[in-house]
């Protein structure tokens, strides 16, 4: 982000960027600190959280998730190993992570011991089927796995979803890493425009965004990386 002020020794970010950030100069999308958001044992308190500050609950079901540092979730990770993915709990970029279904028993075993040495660092969850679009490879078009990052806006006019996302694709035959630093590559998403005539559907609100429109209040949906 900012080389003078986090690591002098790296290459990456611009210098002067914290200090132009403090003065309210420049804006930062994702301002730092929230990279809390990141921590994927924070995933599992999710529907926690949205009761707590909402009152409500989530529209979409979490997936579930074990965190390694309580003994019983760590039993069963340690039992079914072979069915899991297992994650560090700071980790990204699909490193440091395990797909039970696809690994070699030596990965296996790595893991187990690296679980059993620092249960706190980890967390598991089910194997997802994640859903395949046809992909250009190297014998013409063949099904790969691929995953969808929406992405959600929060400002003084309260909080918006972005009309499309990011769809990630995992290039390797059968890989269900999508990670771009593991391979994969993304894919165009196409946004189904809805009819700009009709303002109210189920009870809720529609607004337009960048020619889109998108309806507000009514039936809403809320990992592998």
Same mark, same amino acid.
């Given at each position: =982000? ?8 790296? !290459?990456? &970010? ?7 950030? !403090? ?5 930062? %999308?994702?301002?730092?600190?929230? &990279? ?67 690994? $070699? ?24 089927? =994640? ?8 014998? &013409? ?11 959600? =806006? $929060?400002? !003084?006019?309260? +909080? ?14 059968? $890989?269900? +890493? ?21 303002? %109210?559907?189920?009870?809720? %609100?529609?607004?337009? %965004?960048? &020619? ?12 592998? !990386?």
């Amino acid at each position: =982000l900012d080389p003078l002020v986090f690591r002098p020794d790296s !290459a990456l &970010g611009v210098p002067g960027l914290i200090a132009a950030y !403090a003065a309210g100069n420049v804006a930062i %999308m994702n301002a730092p600190g929230n &990279g809390i958001a990141d921590d994927k044992a924070i995933y599992s308190y999710m529907p926690d959280i949205v009761k707590f500050y909402s009152g409500g609950e989530c529209k979409l079901r979490n997936v579930e998730t074990w965190r390694c540092r309580e003994p019983q979730a760590l039993k069963f990770v340690l039992d079914n190993l072979e069915d899991v993915v297992v994650k560090l709990v700071d980790g990204s970029g699909g490193y440091g992570m395990l797909v039970g279904p696809t690994a $070699s028993k030596q990965e296996i075993e790595d893991f187990r011991a690296a679980l059993i040495a620092e249960p706190h660092r980890y967390i598991a969850q089910p194997t997802l089927a =994640l859903s395949t679009v046809p992909t250009m490879a190297q014998g &013409g078009l063949s099904p790969r796995h691929v995953d969808f990052r929406p992405f959600v =806006l $929060s400002g !003084a006019k309260g +909080v918006q979803v972005v009309p499309g996302g990011l769809t990630r694709v995992a290039l390797k035959e059968g $890989s269900l +890493v999508v990670n771009s630093s593991q391979g994969g590559g993304t894919k165009d998403s196409f946004v189904l425009m809805a009819d700009q005539s009709q303002r %109210m559907n189920a009870g809720g %609100m529609s607004q337009t %965004m960048g &020619g889109m429109t998108q309806t507000l209040g009514a039936q809403t949906s809320g990992g592998t !990386a």
